[in-house]
């Protein structure tokens, strides 16, 4: 009894493995039909002398079929290893990318928020920050495209001042005490400066995963862009304060993923942007015709 439901539940396997597969085996079935029908049409001819004993299909060599398929079968196989490799590298990309979204969510995001609360607390570092995002212009991330941006060679002076000050610490511990409670708090550094600087290497390490395309972008862009730019347009400034040039630069990762993910941004933003306007078109059009419908003058003779 245990042998026939075993067999019963292997031959159940076979045909799940068959329906799955069903579209790759009729493909493969009607390339091989195909290719026949394409080998028939080659010339050919029967030898008169026949020296050994041959098999012929509608006058083609058994021979010659049996090589002709062999080269078939080494093209699709050919196909066949590059889907795998193709399939293996999506799923490596996933599970990577899956690894880095968790990272993201135990460690990153509320340091993240964080740091934008703080910064943004203040009017100067605001204000700073809002004329960089309005630019439009960020995506060297160099001491010179800051300044000339702000207009102000003193801006990184200014944004270093306002991370180390008391009054930004003072600020941080407030919020700290605010929405976690001691055990909590253990899991932010006490202070705020070394915060930045290790959410920074951390954010750079993660990045060099997803420019090396070691975890597929695709796969984390929907989930992680919006927080992800916010914060290094925030931190834009000091990203951007020992990069006096495009060789030596810091953060070069992050950087790059901003520039990658701030474009795909634009596009969707121009997308929704399209969209809405054809709505708006079509909102018009369809508000002309009801309210020609409803003053439409009766006809008279």
């Given at each position: 009894?245990?042998?026939?439901?075993?067999?019963?539940?292997?031959?159940?396997?076979?045909?799940?493995?068959?329906?799955?597969?069903?579209?790759?085996?009729?493909?493969?079935?009607?390339?091989?039909?195909?290719?026949?029908?394409?080998?028939?049409?080659f010339p050919y001819s029967m030898p008169k002398d026949v020296q050994s004993q041959e098999i012929y299909i509608y006058g083609i060599s058994l021979n010659n079929i049996g090589i002709w398929f062999?080269?078939?079968?080494?093209?699709?196989?050919?196909?066949?290893?590059?889907?795998?490799?193709?399939?293996?590298?999506?799923?490596?990309?996933?599970?990577?990318?899956s690894e880095i979204a968790q990272d993201f969510a135990n460690?990153?995001?509320?340091?993240?928020?964080?740091?934008?609360?703080?910064?943004?607390?203040?009017?100067?570092?605001?204000?700073?920050i809002i004329r960089i995002i309005k630019s439009r212009e960020l995506n060297q991330f160099t001491a010179l495209e800051i300044s000339k941006i702000l207009k102000d060679d003193r801006c990184f002076q200014k944004c270093n001042k306002i991370i180390h000050s008391k009054r930004t610490q003072k600020r941080y511990s407030?919020?700290?005490?605010?929405?976690?409670?001691?055990?909590?708090r253990n899991r932010f550094e006490s202070y705020f400066p070394l915060l930045v600087e290790n959410t920074l290497n951390h954010l750079e390490a993660i990045c060099i995963n997803?420019?090396?395309?070691?975890?597929?972008?695709?796969?984390?862009?929907?989930?992680?862009?919006?927080?992800?730019l916010n914060t290094v347009e925030v931190l834009s400034i000091k990203i951007s304060n020992n990069n006096d040039n495009n060789i030596?630069?810091?953060?070069?990762?992050?950087?790059?993923?901003?520039?990658?993910?701030?474009?795909?941004?634009?596009?969707?933003?121009?997308?929704?942007?399209?969209?809405?306007?054809?709505?708006?078109?079509?909102?018009?059009?369809?508000?002309?015709?009801?309210?020609?419908l409803l003053n439409k003058k009766n006809e008279t003779v």
């Open positions: 009894m245990k042998f026939i439901k075993k067999n019963i539940e292997h031959f159940g396997n076979f045909l799940d493995y068959i329906i799955e597969h069903l579209l790759c085996i009729i493909a493969l079935i009607l390339i091989f039909i195909f290719s026949f029908a394409i080998l028939k049409q062999t080269a078939i079968g080494l093209i699709v196989t050919a196909f066949w290893s590059m889907y795998q490799f193709t399939k293996n590298k999506i799923s490596k990309q996933q599970e990577k990318a460690n990153l995001i509320e340091k993240m928020g964080i740091i934008s609360d703080v910064l943004l607390a203040n009017k100067e570092f605001k204000k700073m407030e919020i700290l005490n605010k929405r976690y409670n001691s055990f909590e997803i420019s090396s395309q070691a975890a597929g972008s695709q796969f984390i862009y929907n989930s992680l862009h919006q927080s992800f030596d630069k810091y953060f070069i990762n992050i950087i790059q993923v901003y520039n990658m993910w701030n474009y795909q941004r634009q596009k969707d933003v121009d997308k929704f942007k399209k969209t809405q306007n054809r709505i708006k078109k079509l909102e018009n059009k369809a508000n002309k015709e009801i309210y020609n």
